[in-house]
């Protein structure tokens, strides 16, 4: 909402400065964004006497005058057809800047004529949109004297008006929050009434009482649409941005602004029969002034025609029905609208207008006949023309809200003391009507709040009256040490991150939407919902995310592009496997590519490989506290992976995550050369270890016998799964054996074709006393048995 | 008796010429072996008369020892030598770099996340979450909403539609939650008052330019007792940012505004100092909007089961994205979505920065390399 300096003091009798009225509004809660002061912009400029008014010798509507300064009788090219002997304007120096070009003067040449300044109009000056000719001052205006003193500026207010100051969207509400604040005193709003001399030849149907509970028409005949906007209305309604366009649809525009009140003015004779107010048909058309052709439903508003629908009310208006030039007859409408209907419509076919803007926050329903009285004397001062008698349908019948507010509240509520005298005051001074019923005041809301329903918004009425800054702040207390912030499933989140960066990896936070066409091969097995967004902001962030590879590769591939080959990146976040809430699961996920570093002297960098991924997936389920020495893996990752470089790690049917080496096409759909390792654990899978009963750690038991390593190598089918080979070994026995480490794959030389070696260390740990030669050989041939039976393998010759 | 002499300063000599480890046990071997010439001199003991046996074994004896010692310094010596040489040999350049290790990077949001929960967690708050697509309930209607409320129309909102197959429909529609006060709610509905709570988590909104993304992050926060009042909310709020900022003296201002589930409601600012070139948070003339706050309405309370009459608090939500971009001087929001890495490595937090207010916000965890 914009506003000039001097259209608020049009409502609003103050002698407080520009500063102090910027100041108050924001502290009332009327935001001020902006406020624009063209004087500033006028420093060097002077007022300066035209003398010696001579034409151009070369020109035939040039002049050159001497601009007199009191200090200074420069030589001047002026191409203005106003300019006078003796008459006084402002005079732009050379070196200053002209607002209106943004450049600055220099001393010029006009058909070879020095000119050593410039005599201004409004526009050059972006004080009004007179260009014309140059501004005309009284004749005893002193000369020599800034600019900014004697012309008439109105600095621009641009203030961001929350939803439920629906009365703030015109002057006269902003200039009442001033007046209730203490910035001078509301003038009394002077509108003539006219009673109309004649029958409007159409009249008024409506249909539809509850969308549309008060309707005043009015016609108006024999107006003059050509004549010119009057200056000091052009010149407000440029300065908050609004285009003067004719007479008639300024002054509608003009009382949108000044009293927050649309109205809206029919040419008459375009108007075939009486105006229906009701309910559209299902599929009626309707092209509005957007010149955009809409098809209605049945909870739309039309005022209607013979011929249909002829504007969308309260919304916008018809191309059709419109004035122009040549309108000589009118219809004014100045109806009320019920906020809901012109919400849904508004929301519905995706029209905006500053008509709806208020109707769908609030409009005073007690301003139907002040805005059409308004609007016709503004009509026949203007247009002039001849106004019919007003007609009403419907009424302005208004049950007030009623709330009320116990003082004591303000204490115990707000934290500072207010007096009940006090809070009636600034009420009153709000258009509250207030009376005490015990120890409550009870406070009637005037016509034009609509937003005053309980005691918190009185209370919020009167502390943003006296300012939020009277109530001084007291610190939280609380009676005992704070509690733990986060749970545990909260916390391990962080320590997973940690877990993760530390491994070298780079944590990025990526949109939870993705592209459709890229998280299609995303999908889980079982997966059949795709959750995708109803009107994306753009055609590649089309879905919910089915995973974080997608968003993960695109990085990596923004990093190779840039020629950053070695990308380590990983992100912790939901995915989305369903569209109703809580169908998502917190993942930690994370992609390798490249080298594990650049090359380097010692030799250590190599390509990663799915053992990154798999160490780096282990590492974040034990980040999370899982349970990992139970950890089963299995080779069933999603067909994303690659299927022979990938597998799952699973607590029986429990999946905890995904790791291994990225299918090919995948890494060829995101244009990445080379293999992608990566890897998804499901945080939300990950069992959290009980609660323990006690903190305290189970006795450490060290044996007093040393522990003996043997190693064996076994030849077994290339098929057989190293893990399986471990565990039998382990499983051998459960008393004496207490490690088990691979430490060699071998295939080829001395070894049968589709077999391969494995070789395993395992650690045998005495208990009550050493082990004899015959106890190490009984324990080795358990395990060689074990692993033969799991296995179907045998010793390597 | 010279004889023994003889043989002594001749064996000395001996092994004071060994050159090497080898040389020096040849030597020995040549004296105090089976057949050494110390040895051999013994075995003539046994056939000595017995004075002169004694004599001389005891001469011997001294003899054998001094031989011995000499031995042994000379072997220490020669050894001193040989691990002299290695030690020269095996000199190597320790200016070499060494092996190539990474340091990830915690991302800035993750990190302001943690430096917020360590604030309001010494104030007594508990963090809790929900979920990211929300229903309409949550999201709006139970923050005092409706479907026509024009703060509804204000946010622009992802719809996803509540069935997959079927044609879209609004009002049934869920969306992505426009903000995390729907975790308000969520709260109310499972936990009896006193209630202290933040909620955290990434929020949505159809907005994208230079100073907005679809997808951003707030901290929300909500305290419901019998007492709280909107004196306690600004003593909260300022005791967050000073920590927040790590500034002792930040001056704060609170300003009227419109929130539909807060009543009253108040936009807090803070104190800045902006030039061409920077943007220094604390005293200067400017002020910086921060945060949104206010007394929690009735109708909200209501909505989560809680009776307005005997409860009473406030809430607030902060914008995460905006608090890192302020406090560490990240100048477009933009960035902190596209995973770059250079970005990552400079604007990044090292792996063993955690956040307390024990330890630091940040910073504590040593050098980024």
Redesign the interface.
Known sequence: MKLTLSWLKSHLDTTADLKTIVNTL????L?VEDVYNPAENLKGFMTARAENVVMHPDSDHLHVLTANTGSEKLQVVCGAPNVQEGMVGIFAPVGVNIPCYNEILKVGKIRGVESFGMMCSEKELCIGEDHTGIIELPKDTPIGVPAAQVLNIDPVIEISI????AECLGVRGIARDLAAAGIGRLKPLNIQKTEGTFESPIKVHVQCLNECPTYVGRYIKNVNNKVQTPKWMKDRLTAIGLRSISPLVDITNYINYDLARPLHVFDADKIKGDILVRMCHEGEHFVALDEKEYELDALSLGICDDEGVECLGGIMGGLSKGCSEDTTNVFLECALFK??CI??TG?KFAIESDSRYRY??WVDPKSNILGSDYATELILEICGGEASYQMIEGNEDFKPQVAYIRPSRM??????DVRAEKIVEILKNLGFETSFEGDKIKAISPSWRGDIA?E??L??EV??IIG??E??????T?DNL??????PS?MRV?TV?????????????????TSSKLADMFHKIGQT??????????AD?DE?RPSLLP??L???Q??VA?G?YN???FE???E?YG??????RTVAAGIRLGL???K???K??RAFDVFDAKADALAAIAAACGPIDNVQITTDAPAYYHGGRSGALRLGKNVLAYFGELHPNVAKKFSIKGRVMAFEVYLDNVPLPREAKSKTRKKLELSAFQSVAKDFAFVVDKSIAAANLIAAAKNADRNFITDVRLFDVFEGENVPQGKKSIAITVVFQPKEQTFTEKDIENLMNKVIVSVAKATNGSLRA | MEDMNLLESEIMAQIAGASDLKHLDDVRVAVLGKKGVLTEKMKTLGQMEEHLRIETAKKLNTLKNKIEEAFGAKKSALEDAALNTRLQEEKIDVT??V?????????P??KIF?EV??I????????A?G?????QF?NFNALNMP?????R??QDT?????K?SEP?DMES??V?RTHTSGIQIRTMENKKPPIRIIAPG?T?R???DATH???FHQVEGL?VDK??????L???L??FVKAFFELDNIPV??????FPFT?????MDIGCLKTKTELKIGAGDDWLEILGCG?V??NVLRAGGIDPDEY?GFAFGVGIDRLAMLKYGIPDLRT???????W??HY?F???D?SSLTGGLNGNGGSLR
């Open positions: 924001t502290k009332i809660g935001e929350t939803p439920n100051r906020p809901e919400a849904r929301r769908e926050r204490k115990s509520f707000v934290g500072v309980c918190q918004d209370i919020e502390v943003r939020l800054d109530i001084e702040p007291q610190s939280m609380y704070p509690k733990q912030t986060l749970t909260q962080v991150r940690h877990e993760l960066a530390s491994r070298g990896m780079f944590e990025t936070v990526t949109f939870s939407f919902d795709t959750v995708l967004i109803e009107k994306p902001i753009s962030l919910m968003n993960l695109l990085g990596a923004n990093n840039r950053f990308v380590s990146l912790v976040g939901p989305f569209r109703e809430p809580k169908a998502q594990t570093a650049d380097d002297w010692a250590t960098s | 070499l770099p092996r190539p290790e990474v340091q990830g990077r915690i991302h949001v993750s943690e929960f360590a309001f967690g010494a104030l007594g708050f508990e963090v979450e979920p990211d697509i929300e229903d949550h479907l026509n409320h024009p703060a129309q204000m992802f719809y996803i539609a509540s997959q879209f529609a869920y992505a990434r949505y159809s907005d994208m993304t679809p997808m305290v007492t709280t009042t909107f004196a306690e600004k003593g909260c300022s005791d201002r609170y300003r009227p505004s419109y009543e009253p409601s108040a936009e007394m309405h009735p009473q902190f979505f596209e995973s770059d890495l250079r990552l490595k990044g090292a792996p063993l955690f």
